[in-house]
């Protein structure tokens, strides 16, 4: 019931069936008993090797079987970097759930099913799911016409993205929402007539004013036994087809804000300037040939697709997820490998759960994962809007990447500095490109730089 990112401090608990534990050479996945023959017969049918290779769920190798009370042991390999669906944009929690679905609906033709169907489930290679907990496949029950694992569906996938798309609640918020939304809560806050449209009306209405009567969601599991296996296959496949429509429908229109067409309007660069920006961008990539990058504000992802070009596997942060989503969207369909990322980094996903162990923090996780960062046009408003000194942005920076930070230097004298500061000149007169480059000195060494004619200077540092 937990996917790999639960992970990353300490073995995973919640789930009776089994626990799993990130170690450098793959994640180690502990089956207790009875649930061991179950889980082994699954992994040697066709179904099984057919779903690995589609993508569709995490491969699986049998490291130890179950004896002398030991528990059966399984390897899995490690998706690079483990996200949570609090930094997911809208269209990276439609895949999760689609792929949920899919899921769902080919197990069922081979007699198998989902016990449970949360976003945790599922993890990121660039913007391709993949489902990651193999203890949440199970023989299916096909005398009962349910699927137990919808209410759950409907609360951690269906219920936030209809906040989120009606309310305008940030699908951040989950980070402390485990088990999603109650029909209950959405239907508070939700207008008369938006009460009574799709998909609000059969997910948040009909259950909060039957739930007295019915049990709500939960009324689902009071169907009866039927004698039919395909009767019950087809009961769930019509189940499973409903909730693909109910996600779709509550999924935000596109938007824009200030930043997410950053990149056309941004006036204050010519088109040389942006042309020598991308030239000795590339020019680095092009000698030094980074393996994994993280691009901090990333915007739409102009030097993300440049990394990526590269060979590069990426991970784009940036804290306006409208300018993520059209970057999530842009991805759809191609083959770079750009993990998009709702992440502010002056305030980064911290850790949470149990103990604070449960999920490890956006820092920890990223902690000496990237050989190269990339930190475009982020320094004046870590500076000036997050109000971070310039020797705890270089720290950081140093504990991130192993080798390299692209860096591009905003001087005070920048019409976008000066809108940034807002009159408080007296109160950030000591930052200087002199200031800067003493910050970062202990931490890196200047490789190669080059000073625009806008008077912005790129700087490509090297850790020392």
Known sequence: MEGFALGHLQPTFRDPAGSVELRQDGVFRSVYTPYADEILEFLETPLSAQLVEKGRIVASTVMRPACDGKPLLLRHPRVSFASYPAEWSPSLWLAAAELTITLCAELLEEGWILKDATPLNILFQGTKPIFVDVLSIQRADLSRPIWYAYAQFVRTFILPMLAHSQLGWPLQAVLSRRDGFEPEEIYRSLSWPRRFMRPALGYVTLPKLLAGKSGGLNAYAAARNVSDPELTKQILRNTLA????????????RRSSAWSHYVETA???????????????????????????????????????IAADAGAEVVSIDADSDAVERLSLELQGTDKNILPLCIDFAYPTPATGWDNKEN????????????????????????????????????????????????????????????VLRGRDALYSHISESSFRSAFAPYFETETEITLRNGRTLLHLRKR
């Open 242 to 253: 409903s909730l693909n429509s109910a996600i779709k429908r509550a999924m935000p229109s």
């Open 267 to 305: 006036s204050h660069y010519s088109q040389e300037d942006h042309a020598n920006k991308h030239r000795f961008i590339a020019s680095i990539f092009a000698q030094n040939v980074p393996k994994r990058v993280l691009d901090i504000g990333c915007n739409t992802g102009t030097y993300s697709k």
């Open 360 to 419: 490890a923090s956006f820092l920890s996780r990223a902690e000496g994962h990237f050989d190269t960062i990339l930190l475009l046009a982020v320094m004046h408003h870590l500076l000036l809007s997050s109000q971070i000194p310039l020797g705890h942005i270089a720290a950081v920076c140093s504990k991130i990447t192993t080798k390299s930070l692209i860096i591009e230097w905003v001087p005070p004298t920048d019409p976008k500095f000066l809108e």
